[in-house]
Nanobody, 121 residues
Framework: QVQLVESGGGLVQAGGSLRLSCAAS????????MGWYRQAPGKQRELVAT???????NYVDSVKGRFTISRDNAKNTVYLQMNSLKPEDTAVYYC???????????????WGQGTQVTVSS
């Protein structure tokens, strides 16, 4: 089966940096868009950034200029470099991948288990 495993979350002071990683493993045939979403307490999950297999990126306005998404296609891994972190960035961050793998005959969304990012003021 397919798994997405995230790492890199933690506690950081405002203005600091963190780098999240997410590796897709298992029986994977192809990966389209990968991305990061986040969910703060009492709020809906929101898109943070996405990157296509060709490297086209998209960001939510609130993180533009501070966060950078990248990927290593050979490793089926996506990264999120987060700089100039703010307390409002505090959330559980989830990795997402649109991929073909496992027992599915079509592309479908897979999600990681989430990693907590806490930014103190």
């Amino acid at each position: 089966q397919v798994q997405l495993v995230e790492s890199g979350g933690g506690l950081v002071q405002a203005g600091g940096s963190l780098r999240l990683s997410c590796a897709a493993s298992g029986s994977i045939f192809a990966v389209k868009t990968m991305g990061w979403y986040r969910q703060a307490p009492g709020k809906q999950r929101e898109l943070v950034a996405t990157i296509t297999s060709g490297g086209t990126t998209n960001y939510v306005d609130s993180v533009k200029g501070r966060f950078t998404i990248s990927r290593d296609n050979a490793k089926n891994t996506v990264y999120l470099q987060m700089n100039s972190l703010k307390p409002e960035d505090t959330a559980v961050y989830y990795c997402n991948a649109d991929l073909l793998g496992g027992s599915s005959w079509s592309f479908r969304d897979y999600w990681g288990q989430g990693t907590q990012v806490t930014v103190s003021s």
